[in-house]
């Protein structure tokens, strides 16, 4: 592998992760409507949203402090590099040595710091009341994530996303009944971090049930299109993190051009049917009360830690 | 490790994952039917035993539970909570992730437990003796903190559950007669149990078996 090609690679990666992730969005919105018998917006609606939201001026509130304006950036650029982390065309990226799985639980929680200190900046009812449940839920779902990374660093022995998903890419086929309960946990983690609907509701705006929405009612223009920019980014990671862990096949090696189209078909596949299922899993869902929200995390956590239990158990 | 061991080992960590789930459920109708899928699991697991080792009398054990512990216990069940009235019932249950966490604790302490005696056994089962002994022990974590009688009594056959799990995993199961002898203790126990809650009811006009706690009337 040649240092420029795999450098090109991770551009690419990274390229496509920003490009693509509003698509992802779009195409879980239309599957959405479809299942509730609506019809479907269109299928770049995202990027028309973004591009009405760049174009429009920016309101500010009278109160905010600089943090309230630089958020927005530090949101999308914490998401922008874990996607440039998580192995989703190609492995041994040579960018990945630069963070770990410990590591990009990490950014996750430090984009999730900054909205949360946004949310309280501006000091209305509506963004305290959004941030204090936006901790609550997260401080609950990065342990859960983090067992459910470290049955799969296990097996592997490599706290490495990308050796990780090199090794299980790479492994004759096995049955892993660590690796199927860390794949619910790590479901009911996407769901939740992903402010999806047993937890959140992402179309809601009722103050009873919202979460994510209620953070970032100050935002708008080129702002609020930035932070949904990174929602997409965001999903769009979770997405290919799970797909990585659980899913491997056919991704490329770093450098290797030849296998890139087969990297990027089969990708496309794992992507919609996953944008599909998550539809389909929103639908058939009724949304949680929020003090039920402890119990459905710390059920993924239970899931996660008995992974790794019967990992040490039967090994394998 | 062969698919056959591969396949056991899977069908374990679902039974355990059963166990959890029962822990933490609050419909008594729902934790029948989870009970019911428990049997499917255990019964799966001794067929692919049955079927890798070549010890049929473990085909006989594995159609047993079937038929006991899918069909007929869960049926009789089904049809005591409709009598009782109790069908729709909702059990308050206090603080279900700290019993999830008590019973991961049970979980770790049962595999540290059962690794150095599954070192003893040679059958191709005997990792999971851990998840077995687990299970029993999360059967009874739920019949301690269930105040109802059903899900206690579903505790109990629950517990029983595992310990069949554990016998099989860690010695291919135990003699048919043994095996004949248990299924019946365990249904003639449900029966028995079944006119026990009618009593306890008419007694108590309750289902809740703190009311037994007081014994004299005062």
Redesign the interface.
């Known amino acids: 592998m040649t240092s420029t090609s795999g450098i090109a690679f991770q551009l690419l990666q990274s390229l496509f992760v920003v490009l693509v992730a509003p698509l992802l969005m779009g195409w879980v919105n239309q599957c959405r409507a479809w299942l509730q018998n609506r019809i479907a917006p269109p299928l770049l609606l995202p990027y028309y949203t973004l591009a009405k939201l760049f174009h429009k001026d920016a309101v500010i509130a009278r109160d905010a402090s600089p943090l309230f304006r630089l958020t927005p950036y530090i949101l999308f650029g914490c998401m922008w590099l874990a996607a440039g982390i998580v192995p989703v065309l190609a492995t041994a990226l040579p960018f990945a040595p630069a963070a770990d799985i410990i590591a990009l639980v990490g950014v996750f929680a430090l984009a999730r710091v900054f909205s949360a200190l946004a949310a309280m900046d501006i000091g209305t009812s509506f963004g305290g009341l959004g941030a204090r449940r936006e901790m609550l839920i997260g401080f609950l779902a990065e342990p859960a994530m983090l067992m459910t990374m470290f049955t799969a660093a296990f097996i592997s022995g490599s706290t490495q996303l990308t050796t990780i998903v090199h090794t299980l890419a790479h492994r004759d086929f096995a049955v892993h009944p660590s690796l199927a309960f860390a794949a619910v946990a790590f479901l009911m983690v996407l769901l939740a971090e992903n402010a999806r609907i047993p937890i959140d509701n992402p179309t809601t705006h009722l103050e009873l049930t919202m979460v994510h929405e209620a953070m970032i009612l100050e935002y708008s223009a080129r702002h609020l299109a930035l932070i949904e920019w990174a929602v997409a980014i965001k999903l769009f990671a979770y997405m290919t993190i799970g797909i990585a862990l659980f899913l491997p096949w056919g991704i490329a090696d770093a450098g290797d051009w030849a296998a890139l189209p087969l990297a990027f078909a089969a990708l496309g596949v794992k992507l919609v049917l996953a944008g599909a299922g998550l539809a389909l899993l929103e639908t058939l869902l009724a949304k949680l009360r929020l003090f039920l929200a402890p119990e459905f995390l710390s059920s993924a956590f239970l899931l996660a830690v008995l992974g790794m239990l019967i990992h040490f158990l039967v090994r394998g | 490790?062969s698919?056959a061991g591969?396949?056991v080992?899977?069908l374990?960590?679902?039974l355990?994952?059963i166990s959890?789930a029962m822990l933490?459920q609050r419909r008594i109708l729902t934790l029948i039917h989870l009970f019911a899928w428990q049997g499917v699991a255990l019964a799966a697991s001794t067929l692919i035993v049955a079927y890798s080792t070549g010890q049929t009398h473990l085909y006989f054990s594995a159609a047993l539970t079937v038929a006991l512990k899918v069909v007929l216990i869960p049926w009789v069940l089904h049809r005591l909570i409709d009598r009782l009235n109790v069908r729709w019932d909702v059990e308050t249950l206090i603080n279900?992730?700290t019993t999830?966490?008590i019973?991961?604790a049970l979980?770790?302490f049962a595999?540290a437990l059962?690794?150095p005696i599954s070192q003893l056994a040679n059958t191709i089962t005997r990792?999971?003796l851990?998840?077995a002994l687990a299970s029993v022990l999360l059967a009874f974590l739920m019949m301690i903190v269930r105040r109802k009688a059903v899900p206690q009594v579903i505790g109990f056959l629950a517990m029983e559950n595992g310990l069949f799990f554990a016998a099989t995993s860690a010695t291919y199961g135990m003699p048919l007669v043994v095996e004949l002898g248990v299924a019946l203790d365990v249904l003639v126990g449900t029966f028995i149990f079944g006119i026990f809650f009618f009593h306890i009811r008419e007694q108590f006009d309750s289902l809740d078996i703190r009311h037994m706690e007081t014994l004299k009337e005062d």
């Open positions: 490790m698919l591969q396949i080992n899977l374990a960590a679902l355990l994952l959890f933490s279900i992730p999830m966490l019973g991961i979980a770790i595999f059962a690794t990792s999971t851990g998840i």
